[in-house]
């Protein structure tokens, strides 16, 4: 089977996703068209160069909607040769992207392809395009739904997490967070993002707060107690389903959960002859990449049996990954990974993550991948594992060796 290899990996810095956010007057096809073109330009490509862009974003209404990649191709420089796909595997969908890609090139469906994703939600907002898993009562009462944050406290719950322990790692998360900046450890990695005139808007994150301590966390109300104990109750539902539960310990809060923000990531894969053809030098291989249904109603548990699906699939174990991405989509998901394998917190997420930089939802899943690309290289390290736990259940995995 034909090798796909990542050439580049690029993104935007997140913004606020608020309206004083910087990006908040920059629209979701500007920014996929101006990753598209750093993408080109960054390596020397012919804008035919490339078999199709895949794009993911979750919320697909409005400025996201009617195929964002097909449109994204035509407003870069990009020839309309060129498809375009919009997917969506929510959390996962520029993970998904990636994967999608690696596959098809294995297969010999084409030498190149774009992959990653992009979500503007300062411009469109989660949730506003009424899926059904949260708003269709058959479907909601029959998966025992509960909205993201309690299911992340359930995971607090049953496997023992405290306020303490999510608030520790919120705060390890700025740290590392403001030190990689401090470092320019994603300088390879960062495309500005620049006005109609060519001015930088934005060159940097700019949602996290490195001046956090515990003092400031210990003053945050728990966000999601009263939708679990009061009306519409959703501890209740848990209970309902896992009746072992007498209680939900509603541990997290805006300060140790994912921040809402506007980015995108593009992720260049290619098998060798692409490479050759185009004078550029592979930086790694797509190893294994996985995905996996899990129960809905706890729902963000994903990424462990995930990581024993691609482990189990590639015929690798866990102590043969040097480094880990995991999703900070709310602490706990973090926790109970490091739990289940074991996992010292020194070899996960060692820039930070979506609580101390936020979490662009369709663009996530490529720019860990890009992140922990640029991490390997740095640290001089083989092999790397990026997931991430899926709304209503579900995993993503991608396993990257660098060549």
């Known amino acids: 089977m034909t090798n796909a290899f990542i050439y580049d990996a690029a993104r935007t810095p997140r913004g606020k996703g608020r309206p004083d956010g910087s990006l908040h007057e920059v629209t979701s096809l500007a920014l996929s068209a101006r990753l598209l073109n750093a993408v080109k330009d960054r390596n020397g490509l012919e804008g035919h160069a490339v078999e199709d862009v895949i794009w993911g974003n979750v919320t697909q209404v409005k400025e996201q909607g009617g195929c964002l990649a097909r449109s994204a191709v035509l407003a870069s420089d990009l020839d309309q040769s060129i498809p375009g796909l919009s997917i969506n595997r929510f959390c996962a969908s520029g993970m998904e992207a990636v994967n999608l890609a690696a596959n098809q090139i294995k297969g010999g469906a084409g030498q190149a392809y774009i992959a990653g994703g992009v979500e503007m939600m300062g411009r469109v907002a989660m949730g506003s395009d009424g899926a059904a898993i949260a708003v269709d009562p058959g479907l909601a009462m029959r998966s025992y739904f509960v909205p993201q944050g309690i299911s992340a406290d359930i995971i607090a719950t049953e496997y023992g997490f405290s306020r303490a322990d999510a608030d520790a790692l919120a705060l390890e998360s700025q740290r590392r967070a403001a030190q990689a900046w401090a470092d ?7 495309v500005p993002v620049l006005d109609q005139n060519g001015l930088t808007i934005l060159d940097r994150d700019e949602y996290m707060r490195p001046g956090t301590t515990a003092d400031d966390l210990a003053k945050l109300r728990p966000a999601f107690k009263e939708m679990g104990e009061m009306m519409p109750g959703f501890d209740k539902v848990a209970m309902l389903k896992y009746p072992h539960l ?122 860990i991948i890009g992140t922990l690309l640029d991490e390997l290289e740095r640290q001089d390290k083989t092999m790397g594992l990026a997931t991430l736990c899926i709304a209503s259940g579900m995993g993503a995995a991608t396993i990257i060796e660098r060549v």
């Open 246 to 367: 007498t209680h939900v310990d509603h541990i997290h809060h805006a300060g140790n959960s994912s921040g809402i923000v506007d980015g995108a990531a593009a992720v260049l894969i290619g098998n060798a002859e692409f490479g050759q053809a185009h004078g550029l030098k592979p930086r790694a291989r797509i190893r294994a990449t996985a995905k996996i249904g899990t129960d809905p109603t706890i729902m963000l548990t994903g990424p462990v049996p995930v990581t024993e699906k691609i482990l189990q699939d590639s015929g690798l174990s866990i102590g043969d990954i040097d480094l880990f991405e995991v999703n900070e989509a709310f602490a706990s998901v973090v926790l109970r990974f490091m739990q289940a394998f074991d996992v010292d917190h020194s070899r996960v997420n060692v820039n930070g993550g979506a609580i101390a930089m936020g979490h662009p939802l369709g663009a996530t899943g490529a720019i």
């Open 184 to 190: 320019n450890r994603f300088a390879k990695s960062i």
